[in-house]
Nanobody, 120 residues
């Protein structure tokens, strides 16, 4: 069984910064793409950023230049550095990873979500 555990959410003023972390654990053989998504009340879940195993990144236009995604393959961990935060960044942030385990081929796993609230 695989678990993704997120941390680092909280309350911050507009213009501030937060760093989210997500650690994958379990009988993991390999991790392909890892990413962050977010869902604000009344909205659909949307892509924030993804990073491939080789380091290629992709960002939503709304966060380009402000957020940076990175990963530590040795620790099975993905990070999201969020700078210049805006009230519209307020949402529950979810970690996702495409993981191959000892008993199953690649499939997507999700974390439980961490709340990010940006006050104006």
């Amino acid at each position: 069984q695989v678990q993704l555990v997120e941390s680092g959410g909280g309350l911050v003023q507009a213009g501030g910064s937060l760093r989210l972390s997500c650690a994958a654990s379990g009988r993991i053989v390999s991790i392909a793409t890892m990413g962050w998504y977010r869902q604000a009340p009344g909205n659909q879940r949307e892509l924030v950023a993804t990073i491939r195993s080789g380091g290629i990144t992709n960002y939503a236009d709304s966060v380009k230049g402000r957020f940076t995604i990175s990963r530590d393959n040795g620790k099975n961990t993905v990070y999201l550095q969020m700078n210049s935060l805006k009230p519209e960044d307020t949402a529950v942030y979810y970690c996702s990873a495409n993981i191959r385990t000892v008993s199953a081929d690649f499939r997507s796993y999700w974390g439980q979500g961490t709340q990010v609230t940006v006050s104006s």
